[in-house]
Every structure is written in structure tokens, then in C-alpha cells.
């Protein structure tokens, strides 16, 4: 039963270069976790539930977990000494870090603290999200917008932690894929998941069909590919969407499976956002042998403009997700349109 500690710091001797320093924080990051996941089980004793009766950037109602959440990666993050500024979905500005301890920081992280957290009070899993850049501006500087504005294909570690049925950190430093379940009893996480791959094929598609009339046509007509009665090629789909892009896309991974989120007549850009959102979970799974896109580029070559922008995301098991893209070439003239291309 090896621990996640033991797992990050074995990986580390595989690089010979490596300081330590992503290994610490990674470790400041679980941390933070742990203390996200005490709060989330006793949610309802602990006064966490509901609306903080604030906004965030997006606009939409913060949750007093966003707020705690937010709170103790920030506070890890700071304290931890690797890190010299945050991207977070809960802050409009980017968050540097002006002391020279974390001004020597090597990284930078941009983070979702809790996604979906308005499932909380009815007891949905939810998750965090977190990637991991090197600072492109000189270490001992102050870090800029500029260090996150990166594209994912530059990610050095990313990683999400389910707070599920049981509480499952996965990650990669683009090496493949492993999944930690953690033990409260011992307050430790263990090596749960080796080597995760995601089915080529699955059989599940994940949308919001509630959207269906505002869908680029091509969306509209995979959907309805998903639904022809075939049992050669095990359709019609099983259709799955839990709200909670963690779970829907962890569900995927291990089964197989497409979530798709796309742009629409009222969003051409959809809702998820690329920094803290797509581009991790793009990183992860591709890392896993999926595939993640806007429905025509992948997410990991998008170069971001700002760092709460939103992209479309169709993500998940390979073939799947290529058969969704086939029928947005086909109807693109649609999509472009949306997209004010
Ligand atoms: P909708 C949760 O609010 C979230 O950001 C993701 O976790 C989830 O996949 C998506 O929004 C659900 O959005 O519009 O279907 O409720």
C-alpha cells in the first residue's frame, strides 16, 4: 500500500535534475485537500452549506466552501514557498504572492477550489481541480499574468480530487496516470489507481440535453447518433450527467464515456473555463489515451487571453469524442457562427 508521499518522492528519483521542489508542492496541495475533505464530510454540521452571499467574477453565487476552500489552498499555496501566484475561479485578479519567499517560487497554479460546489447541500460528489505551470518570469520576481497565461500543453502537473462515495486525489506530471484514495483514519492517501487509462470506446455521453435547442447543430446531431438503436456498435448510449464535471469526467475515465459541454446560441463560448477547468482535466486525460477539444482544436494547444476564459469541451474517450468532432466539421459552418468566427 504505498502512500502518495512515497509514490511523488519515488517519482522524483526517476528525474535526476529534480529538486524536490513540485514534490513539496504537491504536498502543500494535498494538504489543503485534506482539509477540504474534513469540512465536505460533515457539511451539514459544519455550517459550510449554502450561498457565502457573495459573487465571484463568474457572477454566480459562492458557496461558503468555495470561500473555505479557497482560503486553505491559497493559504498552503503561500506558506508552501514553491508557489508565486494563483489563477482561481473565486478571484477576479490574479493572486501574487509579494513576500521574496514565494517570489523565489519555481510555479505558479491555477485552480478551481471546489467545482460544483452547489452540489454540496445535496450531497453530489464534487471535486477540486489544479494544474501546475513553470513561472515563465525570473524566479525572485514578482510573478505575472503571463506565467499563466500558458498553454496546457506546458502544464507540468495536473491533478483533480474527487470528494466522492470516498475521496480520490488523481494526477499526472505527464507520466501517465494514478489515482489515491485517501484513509481518514490514517489521514494518508494511497496508492489506489495505478496507471490509469481511459477505454478507447465507452458507451455513456454526458451533456445537458435541457440546452438541446441552443446546441451547434452538430452537437445535436451527435445526440442523436448516440440514440440510434444499433447493437453492433452498443448504441443507443447510456446518458449519465451528474452537474459535477469531476465526477462526470472521472466516470469516464475509469468506464469510458464523453462529457461534452458545449457552445451554445446563449454561450457560443460554452461555460467551463479553460485555465482551471478544461485544460487540466484536457492534460489528464489525455495522459490517460483520451482526447479533449473544443469541438475542433484540441483544448492543450489553445493559447489563453485571460484567465477566467471559457472554451467548449468535448472530453473523454478517444473514438468518442473523434465521432463527436466529425459532426461538428460537418456541420461547422453552424458552430463558426456561433463562435463569431
Ligand atoms: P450546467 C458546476 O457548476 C460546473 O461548473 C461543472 O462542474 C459542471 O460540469 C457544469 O458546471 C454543469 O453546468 O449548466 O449543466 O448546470
Do not use: W
Amino acid at each position: 500500500m504505498k502512500t502518495l508521499v512515497e509514490f511523488i518522492n519515488d517519482k522524483q528519483i526517476e528525474y535526476p535534475g529534480a529538486t524536490g521542489d513540485l514534490t513539496r508542492l504537491l504536498n502543500d496541495i494535498t494538504i489543503a485537500a485534506k482539509i477540504v475533505n474534513r469540512e465536505i464530510r460533515i457539511a451539514g454540521l459544519a455550517d459550510i452549506n449554502g450561498r457565502h452571499g457573495s459573487t465571484n467574477i463568474q457572477g454566480e453565487d459562492q458557496q461558503k466552501m468555495d470561500v473555505f476552500a479557497n482560503d486553505h489552498f491559497i493559504n498552503a499555496l503561500k506558506h508552501g514557498g514553491q508557489c508565486a501566484a494563483i489563477a482561481s475561479e473565486e478571484n477576479e485578479d490574479l493572486i501574487i504572492f509579494g513576500n521574496a519567499y514565494s517570489q523565489q517560487g519555481k510555479y505558479v497554479v491555477a485552480m478551481d477550489p471546489v467545482d460544483g460546489s452547489s452540489n454540496i447541500e445535496v450531497n453530489v460528489p464534487i471535486g477540486t481541480i489544479f494544474s501546475i505551470y513553470k513561472r515563465v518570469t525570473p524566479e525572485g520576481s514578482s510573478a505575472s499574468v503571463e506565467d499563466l497565461l500558458q498553454k496546457g500543453r506546458n502544464i507540468v502537473a495536473a491533478g483533480y480530487v474527487i470528494y466522492g462515495s470516498s475521496t480520490i486525489l488523481v494526477y499526472t506530471t505527464g507520466n501517465g496516470v494514478n489515482g489515491f484514495t485517501y484513509d481518514p483514519s490514517v489521514g494518508l492517501f494511497f496508492l489506489s489507481h495505478p496507471d490509469m487509462r481511459i477505454p478507447e470506446e465507452g458507451t455513456i455521453y454526458s451533456i445537458n440535453e435541457a440546452n438541446y435547442i441552443y446546441f451547434p447543430e452538430g452537437v445535436k446531431r451527435y445526440i442523436k447518433y448516440c440514440q440510434v438503436d444499433d447493437k453492433a456498435t452498443h448504441r443507443p448510449y447510456n446518458t449519465r450527467y451528474i452537474g459535477s464535471l469531476v465526477s462526470d469526467v472521472h466516470r469516464n475515465l475509469v468506464r469510458g464515456g464523453i462529457f461534452i459541454y458545449p457552445g451554445n446560441a446563449k454561450n457560443p463560448t460554452g461555460k467551463l473555463r479553460l485555465l482551471y477547468e478544461c485544460a487540466p482535466m484536457a492534460f489528464i486525460i489525455e495522459q490517460a489515451g483520451g482526447k479533449a477539444s473544443n469541438g475542433f482544436h484540441q483544448i492543450l494547444d489553445i493559447e489563453p487571453y485571460g484567465i477566467h476564459q471559457r472554451v467548449p469541451l468535448f472530453i473523454g474517450s478517444k473514438k468518442m469524442v473523434e465521432k463527436a468532432e466529425e459532426f461538428m466539421f460537418e456541420f461547422s459552418r453552424d458552430f463558426s457562427r456561433l463562435q463569431g468566427a
